[in-house]
């Protein structure tokens, strides 16, 4: 079972930020998820939400701001163990952190109703420039229409479905449309992962990936329901990578 770290270690250092990243590898983690945003001028950034309100205090969204404007603001300010500055940093700058030791990359693209318009052909011209690095990456987004556009701009892409607002009702047409897309990955919420729910993703095709599951119990339940992943803000969760492989 991978044990993905969510935003970096961002238990321990702000979620996001180069900090939780370099933190994340030096915890000795491999597997990533973070989430990708768009600024003013063009360039691809790392932060959760589309504006900085919950993170820095301020009432701005970053398709608003140029990288120049954005750079100042301080994203650690909410993070009340360590709120020295961090700002949010260019998706160049976190791949330099965390591209050389990772196994597998999940780039969650934030652009719902397409608020970043052609974010998808940047995002894969980026992923093409650097050697292996498409290769080990899986593209998600609570967007469906971004997934759809990923997929038409690109066959090999490896696509994770992430499910939005998803009920065990839910899961069955859930599964059709990450069929459709030709989704490899599913990713669904930790109130979600029953070994029933689990079971019928895997034997659609799929693997699972879990979010957000801090306590070491919770961890250790779905490696038991055979979970292909944990998303978690404690890359340590489960101590020296005892369930890893
Ligand atoms: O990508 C998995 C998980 O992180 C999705 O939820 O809200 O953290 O983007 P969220």
Redesign the pocket.
Known sequence: MKIIS??GASAYAPENTLKAFALAVEMGSRDF?F?VHQTKDGLLVVH?DFDLKRTAGKDVFIRDLTYAELKKINVAAHFKRDPAFQCVPRLEEVMSIIEPPAAWL?F?V?NDNNVYPGIEEKLLAFLRSKPGLFEKTVV?S?DHGTLKRFRELSPELKL?Y?GHGLSAMLLLPAIKKAKAVGAVNF?M?LRLAFKLNVGRIRKAGFRV?I??VNAKKDALRMKEIGVDGI?SNHPDILGKWTLKG
Do not use: P, V
């Open positions: 969510h935003r998820e989430d959760h999940n969650e934030k998600s609570f994770a992430l990713h919420a990936c979010y957000t998303f």
